[in-house]
């Protein structure tokens, strides 16, 4: 019901940028929230940006200053921008798109995820 592609990936010098971008396509009523979420090797899945339907906007610490999160309402889409990246910004990045499929129903729907290599 709810498809979500990623693109952007991929490897990077430290102190480099990059943009991710991902884009909810199918059938359903509204997105109330869209971010991106990253799990490192042996590490637990972590928020990195969140933007929700009001524009609140949500930073993992470690990227506060490095990043910018936007959305285009119109295209159901969410940009994340990264600049001065660091090895450990090495990770796979997940989207996650939130949101009602219709007036009662709610989804809560993942990307495959896109691999992000900062290294030299």
């Known amino acids: 019901q709810v498809q979500l592609m990623e693109s952007g990936g991929g490897l990077v010098q430290p102190g480099g940028s990059l943009s991710l971008t991902c884009a909810a396509s199918?059938?359903?009523?509204?997105?109330?929230?869209m971010g991106w979420y990253r799990q490192a090797p042996g590490n637990e899945r972590e928020l990195v940006a969140t933007?929700?339907?009001?524009?609140?906007?949500a930073y993992q610490d470690s990227v506060k200053g490095r990043a910018t999160i936007s959305r285009d309402n119109a295209k159901n889409t969410v940009l994340l921008q990264m600049h001065s990246l660091k090895p450990e910004d090495t990770a796979v990045y997940y989207c996650?798109?939130?949101?009602?499929?219709?007036?009662?129903?709610?989804?809560?729907?993942w990307g495959q995820g896109t691999q992000v290599t900062v290294s030299s």
């Open positions: 996650n798109t939130r949101g009602y499929l219709d007036y009662t129903e709610v989804f809560d729907a």
């Open positions: 199918g059938s359903f009523f509204r997105i109330v929230a």
């Open positions: 933007i929700n339907a009001g524009g609140g906007i």
